[in-house]
């Protein structure tokens, strides 16, 4: 079976984790979905991300990061863009998520970017996701 939106399957296994509880996930590896993960590390999402590999092939393992009460600390991560309707933004049409709370992810030209890095580096690129 070929998976069409290898992304929605990472964010959908990154949600789930979150919703079970679960202290890490295991997801197939590409350099994007790499790229993805370790900018959700960067912003506080993911405690650690490290790139295993399981009966020769590789896959990624992403740990969620948790509060105080062992809960996960995403409460929302959507896909944006989709294979079907790609959604692409200018560097000024880059919007914040809840005012600044959440994060933009952008894939630009200069790589896996946040809507912050977007602006302040004057780029865009295709609004892959956001997270809150």
């Not at 296994?13 to 960067?42: Q, Y």
């Not at 912003?43 to 590999?53: A, K, N, S, Y």
């Not at 092939?57 to 992403?62: C, I, P, Q, S, Y």
């Amino acid at each position: 079976m070929t998976m069409t939106d290898p992304i929605a399957d990472l964010f959908t296994r990154v949600r789930n984790a979150a919703l079970a509880s679960r202290k890490h996930t295991d997801i197939p590896h590409s350099a994007m979905k790499e790229e993805v993960c370790r900018l959700l590390a960067r912003e506080g999402f993911l405690r650690e991300v490290q790139v295993t590999d399981v009966e020769g092939r590789k896959r990624l393992r992403a740990y969620l990061r948790t509060d105080e009460d062992g809960r996960s600390v995403i409460t929302r991560l959507e896909r944006v863009s989709k294979p079907g309707c790609r959604v692409y933004k200018k560097s000024d049409d880059v919007e914040r998520v809840l005012r600044g709370l959440g994060v933009g992810i952008y894939s630009t030209p200069k790589g896996m970017l946040t809507d912050a890095q977007c602006r302040e580096q004057k780029v865009g690129g295709e609004y892959v996701g956001r997270i809150w």
